[in-house]
Structure formats: C-alpha cells, structure tokens
C-alpha cells in the first residue's frame, strides 16, 4: 500500500459534466478534454466515468491517443502536434487531426493514403492568438491545397479564445470572432456543411450563447474547477465540485527542540520546542518547491503549515494545530479532510500560477483511485 494517492471523484465528475450541460445551446455537443493525463486526474481513470456523458473526447497528442483507444470508441480529437512518423498510427486508430498549415498536407494524404481511410481534420484558423494555425490571410491557398485531397474529410474550423478568463473586458473576444467568422466563411464555401468550435470551458461561460457552434471542448470545468474568480463567482450557482483529492500518510512524528534548522538551506528555525511531521510527498510529485514556508495541508482537519522547503521527495509541517497527531495519520495536501478544504485556487496563488498548472503537474506515478 502506497503512503501517498489521488482520489477522483466519480460522483464529482458526473455532476460536473451535467451542470456545464446545462449551459451549453442545444443541438451543441460535449467533447471532454483529457489531456495532459486528465489535467493530473489521470486519463485511465477519468475516461470510463465520463464515457456515457460525452459525444467524443479531446487528447493532445499520440502517446494519449493510444491510451484513449484502449478506454473509448468514440470520437477522439488530436488538437496538437503529432510527428510526421505518427500520422499514420493516428489515422489507424480513427483520430480526427487538427490541420493547420499547408506543408502538412501532403504527408497527411500520403497518410491516409496507405492506411486506406479517409482521415477526418478539424481546420485550425489563428485568430488573433499567435499560436498553432493559419493565419487568415494566407487561409485562401491553404484552403485550396486541402480542397484538391479526397482522403481529407473536413470536420470543423476552430480556433481557441486569448483573453476571456481573467477579465470582464470582452473586446478581444469579439475581435477574434470577427476575424474568425471572416474565415470561416471561405471555409464554409467551400465545404457547406463543415463544423465550427471555438469555446472551453470559459467561453461557455462568457460568449457560447450567440454562437453557432457544433460543438464546445470542456477542459478544467469537468474538474470542478473554474477557469477564473471572476467566472466561479458569476457562476457559483453550478457549484462544481472539485474531483481532485491527493493524500498522503505523516511518515514519522517528532518533537525538535528549540532553535532547531528545518530542511534544506535553514530557511526555517524552530522559534520553540515543536512537534512536527514529516509528509513523504515533494517537487518531484508535483508539490511545488513554492509551497515552503507557505504552503498548508490538513491533519486531523487542521491545517498545518508547511515548514523549511519543500525537499525532492518529502516536506515538513508544524503539528502544533494537530498536536494528537500520530505517525501514518492522513495528511490532505490538495481537497477536503473534515471541514476544511485545500483548493487548487490556493496553492495556485501561494505559487504564483494557475489551478491548471497545480493539478495537471501532480506526478502521473502517482496511484490513483476512483472513488
């Protein structure tokens, strides 16, 4: 038995995915993003429990493509890169591939050609965000090369939004739409009846509404959590519940005595004698280094702060709040232990970063339970 797992929430996840349903126009379907191991929930164990929820699930890349088809027939949306060598395994396993500039055009055919199927591609239009796609101005002779290959069949268009989670101001958003809907149209010549995507999560929740969508990618929703403050307060009445618990056991139990170092580079002294405990979790499980002389878990429901830095493979914490507290006792680094709760938001702001960044860098070796 591990001293150390992540818990997933089935009951979470299904409430998730329903309460964002609720949002979402009709006629418009749900693609549950599971990549990056199911932002750290882990791909092998989100996938059978949103299954019957879903019309199709969105992975990044080959390695969690070939992961997907061990779970799931359904609909499997490659969003990112996928090496020349791949494209081949990737048409064999029925991925639909985004398709973003031209030289990929005829390596994908030849792809296609020597598996014997056609291969399904969601077209990807850079509007106004600077990454992955075709530039509108050059969408023209891109569109041209694409419409001479039989052996691609156009799904959709898509693009992702820049800046609709942390601000009220929309501006931008309606800029990328127009300039995406400008594109769209030479799209949509050409193929009649092609699809269009652009929202996750927060889109849903700001601009999905008056859109003509026919489908939208929930990513960090699902997991209960918001994709900004902003939009948890504006949407507080989903109630999404996080799916994420991590735990771990107190590894040993002692008592230094005063003016004692804690951890690496005596950044902390003990002031008194204390009674402390050591939590065999560090960076390389994904507890971030940030989190020394800062960070909180709870033992015993009682929070306990973390003291000196955060090692590789272990941390210390101050028991003086949990003074009862015994060897091998639980100790929650990320979730809910009696009343309290650790978020993902909060370790987020000690550390300077995202909730995304905080649960998806959890340590995929980590075991994980579904409970």
């Known amino acids: 038995m591990s001293l150390s797992q992540i ?16 949002l979402v126009p009709p006629g418009t379907a749900v693609v549950a993003v599971v990549k990056g191991n199911a932002y750290g ?16 699930f969105q992975v990044d890349d080959l390695e969690e493509l070939r992961e997907l088809r061990k779970l799931t027939t359904k609909r499997a949306l490659v969003l990112g890169y996928v090496p020349r060598a791949g494209l081949e395994e ?7 591939l985004t398709l973003y500039d031209t030289e ?6 030849q792809a296609a050609q020597r598996v014997g199927r056609q291969v399904r591609v969601h077209l ?12 509108p101005e050059h969408l023209e002779p891109f569109l041209a ?20 989670e942390d601000t009220t101001d929309l501006s931008h958003a309606w800029r990328q739409l127009d300039c995406f809907d400008e594109g769209f149209q030479q799209i949509k010549a050409l193929w009649p009846d092609v699809g269009r995507h652009l929202s996750a999560t927060s889109g849903l929740m700001t601009v999905e509404g008056g859109q003509r969508n026919d489908l939208v990618r929930l990513g960090i929703g699902l997991y209960g959590m918001y994709p900004s403050a902003p939009l948890e307060r504006r949407y507080s009445d989903l109630e999404l519940q996080p ?12 008592t230094l005595p005063p003016r004692f170092p804690v951890g690496y580079g005596l950044t902390y002294i003990t002031p008194r004698e204390m009674r402390v405990g050591i939590v065999p979790q560090g960076y390389s499980d994904g507890y971030d280094r940030g989190l020394s002389n800062s960070g909180e878990v709870l033992v015993r ?3 306990c702060p973390v003291i000196g830095r955060v090692a590789m493979n272990m941390f210390t914490v101050d028991l003086t709040n949990a003074p009862d507290a015994q060897a091998e006792d639980e100790v929650v680094l990320l979730g809910a232990q009696r009343d309290d709760h650790v978020a993902a938001e909060e370790l987020a702001l000690r550390i300077g970063t995202i909730n995304y960044e905080v649960t998806t860098r959890v340590c995929a070796l980590l075991p994980r339970v579904v409970v």
């Open 90 to 96: 990737a048409v064999e396993l029925g991925a639909e």
């Open 243 to 254: 799916a994420m618990r991590w735990v771990s056991h107190l590894a040993q139990v002692k």
């Open 7 to 22: 818990e997933i929430g089935a009951d979470a996840l299904r409430h998730n995915v329903k309460a964002l349903q609720a």
């Open 41 to 56: 929930h882990g791909l092998s164990h989100v996938v059978p429990v949103l299954e019957p929820e879903v019309a199709a």
């Open 124 to 135: 990807k239009v850079d509007a106004l965000l600077g990454r992955q796609g075709v530039l």
């Open 145 to 164: 090369a694409v419409h001479t290959c039989p052996e691609l069949e156009v799904v959709s268009a898509y693009a992702h939004f820049a800046n609709i």
């Open 301 to 303: 429901g009682q929070r």
């Open 104 to 109: 990929r055009i005829p390596v994908l055919t």
